[in-house]
């Protein structure tokens, strides 16, 4: 007998979880009532112009989600794969001299 796997009909409808969530957004898009967000954004925005900046960053830090997408974490592997024969000689000397500057080296001596 076979266990597992996809089966006709299983897990959750399309729509299911999202469509009493887009109910109330509708409903809160449609009344002249404030939103949480909105909330948010006026109290940030006091506290901003009465420089309790304190208080203005505790809100900006609880409505970021809302306005900006967290960026994605990336894992560096300690490799680079670049091809510096495309690179002019120009852009070589520019390219180890910021590389001396990041590094502490200040003359061309290793």
Known sequence: MPTGGK????????GSTTKRTREIAELCAASKDLTPLEVMLLAM????EAKQWDDA????????P?????LSAITHNGTMKFDFSRMSDEELDQYIATARVLHGRKSEDT
């Open 7 to 14: 089966r006709k009909g299983a897990g959750r409808k399309v």
């Open 45 to 48: 925005k006091n506290h901003a």
């Open 57 to 64: 960053a505790k809100i900006a830090e609880k409505a970021a």
């Open 66 to 70: 809302y306005m900006h997408p967290r």
